[in-house]
């Protein structure tokens, strides 16, 4: 590919990018943008009347001496600037208002895009670069489009009406000096193309560095304990060092385009001064028109620049746009088929997964993804507890993953009482499913409404009554404001136990047909898990339990037992015969009370 092509790609790219902003965030709020541009045409008015009232101030107040004159031009400049600030402060809120709101917008899109995308889709990326995505570049992009209208707009009324001054006053001086444009544009255009590269880099890294600062701060306590203080100390000083180098670069480039700006507005000052002052001199005009017309190049120099400039604060949005649209345009694998139908069960269902076989994806491309579940066929009977046991890595949480379609099956099906998951709608199948995980994510709210968000319509006194059967809820009691007490961020206030309480009470709390315990009371000291395995027996009654345990107690009760070994089911039955058995399961009992 050619240069020049690359170039063309290049401006479609950015012409494209242009139009979806506009039609997509701009449009709706452009009622608010044409009442602040109204107001910036009587900004720009006022700015041109003050340059046409020079003329009258040199050459009938201060060269005649018109008292009738200066006390109406006096009046008359100083009602152009009160005009011209309320008119300025008027079009600075409204576009400022515009521009949050766009990116609100665009921050909501976002938002709801990504909550919706696989598990996939989270495992591949790092949560700070999306954090970045979220806020900086969506702030990035409200500065460019808010800066860009805004400029473009008040620049162009402004100039217009300066130049119309200047026309007025003196064409042949007014042609010579718009020379100035030409060269000021090309050279910030030029720098323009530069910075929207060097600004894509610098957010990424922005990106890296947000990254790197939430791995420790999340991972505190074993920086402490394995004492690593020294080494995430240079890891983030590295970032930040890399970070400031763009940042630099950026600032460098920025400021290119004002000793250009400068230099060309130099030699347009000193061509109109000398040509002028030769046509007063000679009597072709007077000293009030050459100040007027000297005054109005002055304030055209100012949106001049701005014009120019522009190119270089919309090349900065357009590569923050850019990376927030390749987020937003990613498309998730696992959604609901044409056709989808609801999920409906008047009981407890049963499962079934007819040879099965997953592989999880490989990220990085290099090796060959390694199969979790090779033709894995079961049935979890309709109202039966159903425990599956095996070694790390055996397939079992894998097998909690693909019943809530988190993953969609390689091949073969898995039925819900006799339906193909993947033809009922995700929101079906999740609603009519538990979870209780190893892997317990407490929110940064009340404990109150960390129980409720397993079902947001449910009452504080079904809260409370989910809590006791949870064992939950004396010590949510004990705590200083109780139920409105906020549990911190991953649930910093709460021991392992008593966030796996909190996981369990929503799970009872739910009241859903099927019901999956993934490692359930993995966290919970010999005491809790007798009073929670009571709740949990309680709870399991009329429901379907799928649950995953390496503690014998959670499996010994269970209706039936599978033994999962490399994704296959090797053993099968209730925990006496297996244990009859020299097989899988007695060798991983091992006598003991864990597997």
């Given at each position: 590919m050619t240069a020049k092509e690359t170039e063309t790609g290049q401006h479609q790219a950015t012409h494209k990018l242009m139009r979806r902003i506009i039609s997509?965030?701009?449009?709706?709020?452009?009622?608010?943008?044409?009442?602040?541009?109204?107001?910036?045409?009587?900004?720009?008015?006022?700015?041109?009347?003050?340059?046409?009232l020079m003329e009258p101030v040199i050459d009938d107040v201060f060269s005649r001496g018109d008292l009738k004159q200066l006390w109406q031009v006096a009046i008359l400049i100083f009602s152009a600037f009160t005009l011209r600030g309320a008119a300025t402060y008027g079009h600075t809120v409204l576009m400022g208002k515009a521009g949050q709101a766009m990116i609100a917008d665009v921050q909501k899109e976002l938002f709801?895009?990504?909550?919706?995308?696989?598990?996939?889709?989270?495992?591949?990326?790092?949560?700070?670069?999306?954090?970045?995505?979220?806020v900086s570049d969506t702030t990035m992009m409200r500065m460019a489009m808010a800066d860009s209208i805004t400029g473009l707009a008040k620049g162009s009324f402004t100039l217009i009406v300066l130049v119309c001054v200047m026309f007025y006053q003196d064409w042949k001086l007014t042609l010579i000096s718009l020379f100035i444009f030409p060269p000021i544009s090309?050279?910030?255009?030029?720098?323009?193309?530069?910075?929207?590269?060097?600004?894509?880099?610098?957010?990424?890294?922005?990106?890296?560095?947000?990254?790197?600062?939430?791995?420790?701060?999340?991972?505190?306590?074993?920086?402490?304990?394995?004492?690593?203080?020294?080494?995430?100390?240079?890891?983030?000083?590295?970032n930040i060092t890399r970070l400031y180098k763009f940042y630099l670069k950026v600032i460098r480039t920025s400021a290119l385009a004002t000793p250009m700006s400068e230099t060309v507005a130099g030699l347009a000052i000193v061509t109109i001064i000398i040509y002028g002052g030769y046509q007063v001199m000679d009597g072709a005009t007077t000293a009030g028109k050459l100040f007027s017309f000297i005054a109005a190049f002055l304030l055209a120099y100012e949106p001049m620049k701005r014009l120019a400039n522009l190119n270089t604060i919309l090349q900065t949005g357009l590569a923050a746009a850019q990376r927030v649209f390749d987020a937003?345009?990613?498309?998730?694998?696992?959604?609901?088929r044409p056709g989808a139908k609801e999920l409906k069960l008047s009981k407890a269902p049963e499962i079934t997964f007819e040879n099965v076989c997953f592989s999880y994806p490989d990220n990085n491309k290099t090796t060959e993804a390694e199969t979790a579940l090779d033709h894995l066929s079961f049935t979890v009977p309709a109202g039966k507890t159903v425990a599956l046991v095996g070694p790390s890595g055996a397939g079992k949480s894998t097998v909690i993953n693909l019943l809530l379609r988190l993953y969609d099956a390689?091949?073969?099906?898995?039925?819900?009482?006799?339906?193909?998951?993947?033809?009922?709608?995700?929101?079906?199948?999740?609603?009519?499913?538990?979870?209780?995980?190893?892997?317990?994510?407490?929110?940064?709210?009340?404990?109150?409404?960390?129980?409720?968000?397993?079902?947001?319509?449910?009452?504080?006194?079904?809260?409370?009554?989910?809590?006791?059967?949870?064992?939950a809820h004396d010590f949510i009691l004990e705590m200083e404001n109780g139920y409105d007490t906020v549990l911190g961020e991953k649930g910093a206030t709460l021991s392992g136990g008593q966030r796996q309480r909190i996981a369990i009470a929503r799970a009872v709390l739910r009241g859903a047909p099927l019901l999956l315990l993934d490692e359930a009371t993995s966290a919970l000291d010999n005491e809790?898990?007798?009073?929670?395995?009571?709740?949990?027996?309680?709870?399991?009654?009329?429901?379907?339990?799928l649950v995953i345990a390496h503690r014998l107690s959670t499996v010994q009760n269970a209706d039936l037992i599978y033994v999962i070994d490399r994704g296959q089911i090797v053993e099968h039955g209730t925990h006496k015969a297996l244990l009859k058995k020299d097989g899988v399961y007695k060798r991983l009992y091992g006598g003991g009370e864990n597997f």
């Open positions: 997509g965030y701009v449009r709706p709020h452009i009622s608010i943008i044409i009442a602040a541009a109204l107001l910036m045409m009587l900004a720009a008015a006022m700015t041109g009347l003050l340059a046409k709801s895009k990504l909550i919706r995308m696989d598990i996939s889709f989270f495992q591949q990326k790092d949560s700070g670069h999306l954090i970045v995505r979220m090309y050279g910030v255009m030029r720098l323009g193309k530069k910075l929207r590269k060097t600004a894509t880099l610098m957010q990424e890294e922005s990106g890296n560095l947000t990254a790197v600062l939430q791995q420790s701060f999340q991972g505190i306590r074993h920086i402490r304990a394995y004492g690593l203080e020294e080494h995430e100390d240079n890891r983030v000083k590295n937003m345009d990613v498309q998730p694998e696992i959604t609901d390689d091949e073969g099906r898995i039925l819900v009482d006799g339906k193909d998951i993947r033809d009922v709608s995700l929101a079906s199948l999740r609603g009519h499913a538990a979870l209780v995980s190893q892997d317990v994510t407490v929110f940064n709210d009340t404990a109150r409404d960390n129980i409720r968000c397993s079902r947001f319509d449910a009452s504080d006194e079904d809260v409370e009554s989910a809590a006791k059967a949870a064992t809790s898990e007798r009073a929670v395995q009571s709740a949990l027996k309680k709870l399991q009654k009329g429901r379907t339990t």
